[in-house]
T-cell receptor, first 111, second 114 residues
Framework: SQTIHQWPATLVQPVGSPLSLECTVE??????LYWYRQAAGRGLQLLFY??????ISSEVPQNLSASRPQDRQFILSSKKLLLSDSGFYLC??????????FGPGTRLTVT | KQEVTQIPAALSVPEGENLVLNCSFT??????LQWFRQDPGKGLTSLLL?????REQTSGRLNASLDKSSGRSTLYIAASQPGDSATYLC?????????????FGSGTRLQVQP
């Protein structure tokens, strides 16, 4: 069966520091991969999606970036965090039916 | 641009009651529609997926319907239980081939009272 992992589970970082969140999927090949953010009191916002290695589409201009160095690995990064980057970050994957499965999430607090 | 709306934003019912959660979307050209459950501080759990060619899907006490022409979906929960308390989200995948990512509604927060 397929599983999706995210780490870390929680993170507290100062403004201006770098960020790296990792997501890996097991039990499937060539998945579509997604990063979403859920800010306090707001809905889920798509940040990036990827249909293959090195293929990244950005939905919202911001100081975040994403990379897919391996088929089942998706990384969310920032060189300098802003207070507004605080939120709950969710990674998801889908296959042919585009039914999406979500990871446990990373709670990021920027101080 | 697709917009997804969920009504009501919050709902409190006594245990055992049947209930309906509503979801509407502005662009009927969807590929599929998915219902999720989110417990506080947790990720999303997929409940039901309805393909654009389907009218409804059922899983246990849950039944989801889809009416593309009117831009509506409903999630019916039968014989509600306290363990059903959570936020329920609906999300639509667009029909165009270039972008298969979900557009989410803001959710309905359900509280089932024992």
């Amino acid at each position: 069966s397929q599983t999706i992992h995210q780490w870390p589970a929680t993170l507290v970082q100062p403004v201006g520091s770098p960020l790296s969140l990792e997501c890996t999927v097991e039990g499937t090949s060539n998945p579509n991969l997604y990063w979403y953010r859920q800010a306090a009191g707001r809905g889920l916002q798509l940040l990036f999606y990827s249909v293959g290695i090195g293929q990244i589409s950005s939905e919202v201009p911001q100081n975040l970036s994403a990379s897919r160095p391996q088929d089942r690995q998706f990384i969310l990064s920032s060189k300098k965090l802003l207070l507004s980057d605080s939120g709950f970050y969710l990674c998801a994957w889908s296959a042919e039916t585009y039914e999406q499965y979500f990871g446990p999430g990373t709670r990021l607090t920027v101080t | 641009k697709q917009e997804v709306t969920q009504i009501p934003a919050a709902l409190s019912v006594p245990e055992g009651e049947n209930l309906v959660l509503n979801c509407s979307f502005t662009d009927s050209a969807i590929y599929n529609l998915q219902w999720f459950r989110q417990d506080p501080g947790k990720g999303l759990t997929s409940l039901l997926l309805i393909q654009s060619s389907q009218r409804e899907q059922t899983s246990g006490r849950l039944n989801a319907s889809l009416d593309k022409s009117s831009g509506r979906s409903t999630l019916y929960i039968a014989a509600s239980q306290p363990g059903d308390s959570a936020t329920y989200l609906c999300a639509a995948v667009p029909g165009d081939t270039g972008r298969r990512a979900l557009t989410f509604g803001s959710g309905t927060r359900l509280q089932v009272q024992p």
